[in-house]
């Protein structure tokens, strides 16, 4: 049975969670979940139609519950007309397999939605993940249908805004144990750890599994 609290890592062996890897090195275990993706850190004017191919093959896979971490990142030295094309194939892919999208955002939310609308894809769900923008941003984002995830570090009021019904928590790549997280979100909200992991787990629930 799926089970996910935890909604973005990179730890190959993180046990409830989605874990993160890129499809080169997607090699799925036994009772582990994974989005597979191509980070908009890496050195994307390189990939192939080759890498695409095995991105979809990926993508295709009963373990594989969302596409990415992919995106658009203002602070990043990739090409922004790049990443833009990149972060359009995987949400094409999403739309063609029916998955949801994690999706890496540094000052880049206009272009993200932008492009979603351009290519016609507003359907597509994104999850949002390591949300630390302020709480206008996360108005925005939320208005779009979007999902929100919370790691060690985000913005109380950005917290306050979300409504319940679309918070995720996560760890990234952090030194930090999702307990860790859950009792921060909690403290912020006024819920005990307990109910923040509960309501996490039963969003991600809700958005991978349709
Ligand atoms: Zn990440």
Known sequence: MMHIIDFHTHQLDATDALISVSPQ?????????YSVGYHPWQPL??????????????????????????????????????????????LRLASTVGKPVVVHNVR????????RRKAGLTDVVLAIHGMRANAN??????????YVSIGPRFNPESLLVTPLDRLL??????????????????????????????????????????
Do not use: Y
């Open 45 to 90: 004017n390189k990939l192939t139609e080759k890498d695409f191919d095995l991105l979809a093959q990926c993508a295709a896979h009963p373990q594989v519950l969302a596409i990415g971490e992919t995106g658009m990142d203002r602070l990043c030295e990739n090409d922004l007309d790049i990443q833009a094309a990149v972060f359009v194939r995987h």
């Open 25 to 33: 090195l997607f090699d799925p275990q036994h009772n582990r979940w």
């Open 137 to 146: 941003v996360a108005r925005t984002l939320i208005d779009a249908g979007c």
């Open 108 to 115: 880049a939310t206009q272009d993200i939605l932008t492009e």
């Open 169 to 210: 928590i996560e760890t990234d790549d952090a030194p930090v144990s999702i307990d860790e997280v859950a009792a921060r979100v909690a403290s912020v909200l006024h819920l005990t750890p307990e109910e923040i992991k509960k309501t996490a787990a039963g969003n991600a629930q809700r958005l991978l599994i349709r």
